[in-house]
């Protein structure tokens, strides 16, 4: 009676045991295209990346990487938590194809458009928290050590670039309304010395 109730026009029933396998099978799949949109989304962020840092996460609590997080999006860029694998997918046919030998073991990025802002922000958090070891990264086609990336960091952001090229421009023009000033100024002292010697 078993055997009989187990089959369906001639034919055994599948075992119960199959169906997770498929399901599985399924949530492979699912899982599979959202890696691959993952490394499509990334590989456009890094196309447009202007420095990519990476760096090791050797302990950070949840509060110290969401103060990392908020530090590195003050200074204009992101920090991102990625699968090697994933990552090293994403960078090919990129500019910073070449730093893939960084990721290894724990690997966090900061990234900016401004080539130097995530380099100047990953740099400042790593000196006060040893949990954040920078190894190295990429400015452009140029494959950065952990020393090349601390150099980096002392260069001026474009913002800070941009704020001295307006101090540049600015200071002629200021030097020129002084000096046009400066006839007028002269020429009201000598007509209140004149008025002076006259009312004597």
């Given at each position: ?10 034919r055994?029933n ?5 169906f997770?396998?498929r399901?599985t099978?399924?949530?492979a799949?699912?899982d599979?295209?959202?890696k691959?949109?993952l490394v499509s989304t990334?590989?456009q962020v890094?196309k447009?990346a202007?420095?990519?840092v990476?760096a090791h996460?050797?302990?950070l609590v949840a509060?110290?990487?969401?103060d990392?997080r ?8 992101t ?6 694998n994933l990552?090293?997918?994403?960078l090919k046919?990129?500019a ?5 030998a960084?990721?290894?073991g724990?690997?966090i990025l900061a ?5 130097v ?5 990953a740099?400042a ?7 954040l070891?920078?190894?190295g990264?990429g400015?452009g086609?140029s ?11 002392e ?5 800070e670039?941009?704020a ?8 002629p023009a200021?030097?020129i309304a002084?000096t046009?000033?400066?006839p007028g100024?002269k020429?009201?002292?000598v007509i209140?010395?004149?008025?002076s010697?006259d009312?004597?």
């Amino acid at each position: 009676m078993g055997l009989t109730a187990r089959r369906k026009g001639g034919r055994c029933n599948p075992p119960v045991s199959d169906f997770p396998a498929r399901a599985t099978n399924g949530e492979a799949s699912v899982d599979r295209a959202q890696k691959a949109e993952l490394v499509s989304t990334m590989h456009q962020v890094f196309k447009d990346a202007g420095v990519i840092v990476v760096a090791h996460n050797t302990g950070l609590v949840a509060a110290q990487s969401a103060d990392f997080r908020r530090k590195v999006k003050e200074a204009g860029g992101t920090v991102k938590v990625v699968k090697n694998n994933l990552a090293k997918l994403a960078l090919k046919d990129t500019a910073f194809e070449g730093i893939t030998a960084l990721f290894k073991g724990p690997v966090i990025l900061a990234y900016s458009k401004d080539p130097v802002a995530a380099a100047k922000a990953a740099t400042a958090f790593a000196k006060a928290n040893d949990k954040l070891v920078v190894l190295g990264g990429g400015l452009g086609n140029s494959v950065l050590d952990a020393n090349g990336v601390k150099a980096l960091a002392e260069l001026p952001s474009l913002d800070e670039l941009r704020a001295k090229l307006i101090g540049l421009l600015n200071a002629p023009a200021t030097k020129i309304a002084r000096t046009v000033k400066e006839p007028g100024a002269k020429l009201a002292r000598v007509i209140q010395a004149k008025a002076s010697q006259d009312a004597a």
